[in-house]
């Protein structure tokens, strides 16, 4: 193989890597604003389930917990803010849990939603029951409690799974119920609303 042959192999690689390299850009720039898109609506759409009598959603700001970064919104119905929603992450017993709590103006839970996480198959995935979801209705921040035993005023574990069951719980509801209260609330919650 001569120098010459040398550098017309050179020379074809670097045309089909900028050519490769072109399409790439190209197809990026047309994909990424529709990508974007399908998120925020993937977003707003889950922000929805969560309060559905909502009828706007404003991004308050970003916070951290466990070095991971989330988000929270006001929910607003017309110009009146009806309550929050945020993002939070509990270190469970194989995985961060990922998790949306809305929370009503008075900083009572409202409902949460499992975004995603790895805990064990049959055991603590059964954080996205129903079941498990549903104990978190009418409960404030002292309520946010994972007892083993029986109990509708704190939250059951789920058999098995305590330590993802307190991950939800006590790490990630309720410091995000703790973040909105410093937050939104200047440290406490508006009093005259007692727990369901």
Do not use: C
Not at 31 to 58: C, G, Y
Not at 102 to 111: E, M, T
Not at 134 to 162: N, P, R, W
């Amino acid at each position: 193989m001569t120098g010459k042959d040398i550098i017309k192999i050179t020379f074809n690689l670097v045309v089909v890597y900028l050519v490769g390299g072109l399409i790439l850009s190209f197809v990026y720039a047309n994909a990424s604003p529709r990508i974007f898109a399908n998120n925020v609506k993937a977003e707003q759409d889950t922000l929805k389930k969560l309060m559905p009598e909502a009828d706007k959603f404003e991004k308050m700001g970003e916070w951290t917990i466990h070095e991971k970064h989330a988000k929270y919104f006001a929910v607003k119905k017309g110009e009146e803010t009806i309550g929050y929603i945020i993002q939070s992450f509990g270190k469970g017993y194989s995985s961060y849990i990922n998790i949306f709590s809305a929370v009503d103006k008075y900083l009572i839970v409202q409902k949460i939603n499992v975004l995603s996480h790895g805990e064990t198959p049959g055991l603590g995935d059964e954080i996205e029951t129903d079941w498990f979801k549903d104990q978190f209705k009418g409960k404030d921040m002292e309520h946010l409690k994972v007892l083993k035993t029986d109990t509708t005023e704190y939250i059951q574990a789920i058999s098995g799974a305590t330590i993802s069951s307190r991950a939800v719980t006590e790490d990630a509801v309720k410091n995000s119920v703790e973040f909105l209260m410093k937050t939104v609330k200047g440290g406490h919650a508006d009093g005259g609303h007692k727990h369901n």
